[in-house]
C-alpha cells in the first residue's frame, strides 16, 4: 500500500509560479514511477509530468514542457511539481499518482497503469 499526500495548490495569476508536493509512505516498492496527472472540469484525466524514481528519468505532456519541472528528494518519498508561466488554461485539480511496476514510456501518462492515487490539490489560475 501507498498513501499519497499532495500540497501547494491554490491560486495564481496568469505568468506566477506554484509549486506542489507530493508526500509518499508506505510500500516503497509500489513507487517505480510517480506523477502528476491533472484534470479539469469536462475533461478527461491528463498527464502532466512523471519521474521514474529509479533513475531520476522525467517525462513531460506537450503543454507543459518548458514550464513545468518535476523532481524528487534525496529519500524519494516526495515529488515535487513547479510550475511556471502559468495559463489559464492550467486550471484543474492535480493528482498524485505512484505505480508499482515498469512501464513502457508510451504508458507512462496512462492513468490506469497507476495504482495509488492521492486526492487532489485545487489550481487556479486567472487571466
Known amino acids: 500500500q501507498v498513501q499519497l499526500v499532495e500540497s501547494g495548490g491554490g491560486s495564481v495569476q496568469a505568468g506566477g509560479s506554484l509549486r506542489l508536493s507530493c508526500a509518499a509512505s508506505?510500500?516503497?516498492?509500489?513507487?517505480?514511477?510517480m506523477g502528476w496527472f491533472r484534470q479539469a472540469p469536462g475533461k478527461e484525466r491528463e498527464g502532466v509530468a512523471v519521474i521514474y524514481t529509479r533513475a531520476g528519468s522525467t517525462y513531460y505532456g506537450d503543454s507543459v514542457k518548458g514550464r513545468f519541472t518535476i523532481s524528487q528528494d534525496n529519500a524519494k518519498t516526495t515529488a515535487y511539481l513547479q510550475m511556471t508561466a502559468l495559463k489559464p488554461e492550467d486550471t484543474a485539480i492535480y493528482y498524485c499518482?505512484?505505480?508499482?511496476?515498469?512501464?513502457?514510456?508510451?504508458?507512462?501518462?496512462?492513468?490506469?497503469?497507476?495504482?495509488?492515487w492521492g486526492q487532489g490539490t485545487q489550481v487556479t489560475v486567472s487571466s
Open positions: 508506505g510500500d516503497p516498492y509500489n513507487r517505480y514511477y
Open positions: 499518482a505512484s505505480a508499482g511496476r515498469p512501464l513502457w514510456d508510451h504508458d507512462v501518462f496512462r492513468p490506469d497503469k497507476y495504482s495509488y
